[in-house]
């Protein structure tokens, strides 16, 4: 099996704001056209205009309505891509080392010239970000865009991913989760930011950020079941946001 690394000198991931998240997909779209046209093979589509398309994705946004204590219901938009996990399972199951974890900054790759197809990694994920190209035959997940954050001939500005620049409610955001006084650290300190199913022991370095109590709410506490570590019974990879919901 690949080992991976004891440590590592950064822990670059993203935070999800689902606060502020609504869902408008402009970091699918824009995920899908950067690393469709400037990163390794195109992300490849299968009829994509016919009755029935699929397609290869690094990003998704799932959308859940909840309406807690019967009052105003309201929608929940679920931003879904690799976690870039400290203990990845993907990693460790992977029989040619294609998939690896990078030791100088924690992202999570896959050597694509390595890489059989067998699908080790996406049984393995417990979160369900990879995803077999079609008509490539590798498997394919979310790089951070690598090739943008290291980009100097890329404005400043523009090197972060593609979707968290694209985003237009501010909800992504990018940075070292290794380092306290990042932006992302205290961002995740200040909006008690909660790992996904933690029970799984993958410990993901992105961070998710859960929605603020609603005035029409009538002061329920969102907070703590979105806390609460464990499914009792999960449904799918989302098994804990699905039981985390139903108690809203």
Same mark, same amino acid.
């Given at each position: 099996?690949?080992?991976?690394?004891?440590?590592?000198?950064?822990?670059?991931?993203?935070?999800?704001?689902?606060?502020?998240?609504?869902?408008?997909?402009?970091?699918?779209?824009?995920?899908?056209?950067?690393?469709?046209?400037?990163?390794?093979?195109? @992300?490849?589509?299968?009829?994509?205009?016919?009755?029935?398309?699929?397609?290869?994705?690094?990003?998704?946004?799932?959308?859940?309505?909840?309406?807690?204590?019967?009052?105003?219901?309201?929608?929940?938009?679920?931003?879904?891509?690799?976690?870039?996990?400290?203990?990845?399972?993907?990693?460790?199951?992977?029989?040619?080392?294609?998939?690896?974890? $990078?030791?100088?900054?924690?992202?999570? @790759?896959?050597?694509?010239?390595?890489?059989?197809?067998?699908?080790?990694?996406?049984?393995?994920?417990?979160?369900?970000?990879?995803?077999?190209?079609?008509?490539?035959?590798?498997?394919?997940?979310?790089?951070?865009?690598?090739?943008?954050?290291?980009?100097?001939?890329?404005?400043?500005?523009?090197?972060?991913?593609?979707?968290?620049?694209?985003?237009?409610?501010?909800?992504?955001?990018?940075?070292?989760?290794?380092?306290?006084?990042?932006?992302?650290?205290?961002?995740?300190?200040? $909006?008690?930011?909660?790992?996904?199913?933690?029970?799984?022991?993958?410990?993901?370095?992105?961070?998710?950020?859960?929605?603020?109590?609603?005035?029409?709410?009538?002061?329920?506490?969102?907070?703590?079941?979105?806390?609460?570590?464990?499914?009792?019974?999960?449904?799918?990879?989302?098994?804990?946001?699905?039981?985390? @919901?139903?108690?809203?």
């Amino acid at each position: 099996m690949t080992q991976l690394p004891t440590h590592t000198e950064k822990k670059l991931g993203l935070v999800i704001d689902l606060d502020t998240c609504v869902g408008c997909h402009a970091c699918v779209v824009s995920c899908k056209g950067w690393n469709t046209e400037n990163y390794g093979a195109p @992300l490849s589509d299968q009829d994509p205009y016919g009755a029935d398309p699929t397609g290869t994705f690094l990003n998704r946004v799932h959308s859940y309505e909840v309406q807690p204590n019967q009052g105003v219901a309201q929608l929940i938009h679920f931003p879904k891509s690799c976690l870039h996990c400290d203990d990845a399972p993907c990693v460790t199951v992977c029989p040619t080392g294609a998939s690896y974890k $990078r030791v100088e900054d924690g992202i999570v @790759l896959v050597n694509e010239s390595d890489c059989i197809g067998c699908g080790l990694c996406a049984w393995a994920c417990p979160y369900g970000a990879r995803e077999m190209d079609s008509d490539q035959g590798v498997m394919k997940k979310c790089t951070l865009c690598v090739d943008r954050i290291y980009n100097e001939n890329l404005p400043e500005e523009d090197r972060q991913p593609a979707c968290v620049r694209t985003c237009p409610s501010n909800a992504r955001h990018f940075g070292d989760l290794a380092d306290s006084e990042s932006d992302v650290s205290k961002l995740v300190a200040e $909006r008690g930011g909660i790992d996904l199913m933690p029970e799984q022991g993958t410990k993901p370095v992105n961070k998710y950020l859960p929605p603020r109590p609603k005035d029409t709410w009538d002061q329920i506490d969102i907070l703590a079941p979105l806390l609460d570590p464990v499914a009792e019974e999960p449904k799918g990879f989302l098994g804990w946001l699905d039981k985390t @919901l139903e108690k809203l």
